[in-house]
């Protein structure tokens, strides 16, 4: 049905150039679009060649992988890339996965057949002129821990229909398969100037694989002169909740195990800690600090996801042998918080102290990581906009505003930029909210 609206969409309107407000489609964790040309819709490549009968780059259930593509539009970009990791958060345990293999987050039995996207992913170069002329690739995402998994032999559930299922964790091997696929059907081999990017499950993604990805097409393609990464709404806190339980840690240590995600996440930060601890590299703050590659997050130090899912979330009590599949439990604990962790305005003073308290963790996260956050190149857009994936939204990238400039006027800045510049040149940070008067939130761009 989803690929019936989208292809309706675009059939209506073959020219949205002089529409700004695009129709909005859900599609995982990302905010679609109907496309503004035929010609800049991503098409959907399946990776059959690539499945259970040779390298195994398959969804949890077991189907074939795939990713969307749109080409260079023009020959003066026909060497630029956009490679996108898709969202959607993640699964925790064995029934929780099962039940994602029956969604599209974990099956590729009902994709549709074309895709696009706003903010930093919009062919609308209004809204984005740095990138709305790029080979453009769509990662979509089906294996349950942002593309970091490989199970060699599937693990097989019995799920609520009282079915056997196998479930395979195969991310990384997808990630292989997509780069293959396009060094040896789309020219990845003559890129010159590459963007990785992602949102949310997908920034997360962004972190772990910014420097694995970079190794790769320093090996395919010779005339690579640019590389930089942008993670969307990936910087995820290793928190524990406003009652003290960690969680977060838990559910994503997890996952880890469950997908056996050792070498399919940051090799450096893998390298820097014992076996025991190599789950804490399957979060973005200990990739970021062992990421060489230029970086520049996107992120609200006050995101929605976080408060909820993070801050004010409990384990359900039978995890992770849970017998239903809840994907976690957000804004549930505890009670007093939970509207304020889902609107700050209805915060009280005590309540919005807390969720100043997060901010200061974010940033003081983030600058932990010494010799990368202050590395001459790299940079970050922190706003304390209480949003999720804005970077993606064509108004959001256009009008959150920190230190006078846009998010996509701030981003433009620091990706033409030398690359030896200091970190403080391209580096915004979030304001606090008020905690003695209201409106509470402290950017009136948001």
Not at 229 to 252: C, N, R, W
Not at 374 to 379: H, Q, S, W, Y
């Amino acid at each position: 049905m989803l690929h019936a609206l989208v292809h309706a969409l675009a059939a209506a309107l073959p020219d949205l150039s002089e529409r700004p407000d695009h129709v909005g489609i859900q599609f995982g964790s990302a905010a679609l679009t109907a496309v503004r040309t035929p010609q800049a819709v991503m098409k959907l490549h399946m990776m059959s060649d690539k499945g259970l009968k040779t390298e195994g780059a398959v969804c949890i259930d077991g189907s074939d992988a795939g990713f969307y593509f749109a080409p260079a539009s023009g020959s003066s970009k026909k060497n630029s890339w956009q490679i996108y990791f898709e969202g959607g958060g993640w699964c925790y345990d064995p029934i929780d996965c099962w039940g994602r293999s029956q969604t599209d987050l974990g099956s590729s039995d009902k994709w549709p057949s074309e895709a696009s996207g706003g903010g930093l992913l919009s062919d609308d170069c209004d809204v984005n002129p740095d990138f709305c002329n790029f080979n453009r690739v769509y990662l979509k995402y089906c294996d349950g821990n942002s593309f970091s998994g490989d199970a060699a032999a599937p693990l097989v559930v019995t799920g609520l229909d009282g079915e056997k299922k196998s479930l395979y964790f195969r991310g990384h091997r997808i990630l292989d398969a997509v780069l293959d696929t396009l060094t040896r059907d789309y020219s990845l081999g003559d890129a010159e100037q590459v963007l990785l990017t992602g949102c949310s499950a997908g920034g997360l993604a962004t972190f772990l694989h910014t420097d694995y990805v970079h190794s790769r097409l320093k090996a395919v393609a010779t005339g690579l002169t640019k590389y930089a990464a942008a993670p969307i709404s990936g910087f995820f806190l290793d928190h524990l909740t406003a009652d003290g339980q960690p969680v977060y840690e838990t559910q994503m240590k997890e996952i880890f195990r469950l997908s056996n995600a050792t070498n399919g996440v940051n090799a450096e930060c893998i390298a820097a800690f014992p076996p025991e601890q190599h789950w804490t590299c399957n979060f973005a703050a200990q990739a970021y600090k062992h990421t060489s590659s230029r970086t520049f997050p996107l992120n609200s130090a006050l995101d929605s996801w976080q408060t909820g899912c993070i801050f004010t979330a409990q384990l359900k009590p039978d995890f992770p042998q849970q017998n239903d599949t809840a994907n976690g439990i957000c804004r549930t604990s505890p009670d007093w918080l939970v509207d304020c962790a889902g609107d700050p305005e209805t915060c009280d003073a005590d309540g919005i102290a807390l969720m100043n308290n997060y901010i200061d963790d974010f940033e003081a996260t983030l600058r932990s990581a010494r010799g990368v956050y202050d590395k001459a190149g790299n940079g970050f857009f922190a706003h304390s906009c209480h949003t999720h994936c804005e970077a993606q939204d064509d108004k959001a990238w256009t009008t959150f505003t920190v230190n006078g400039l846009t998010m996509q006027q701030a981003f433009s800045k620091w990706w033409r930029s030398s690359g030896d510049e200091p970190s403080a040149a391209h580096s915004y940070e979030a304001c606090r909210y008020n905690e003695d008067s209201t409106p509470r939130k402290c950017n009136p761009t948001c």
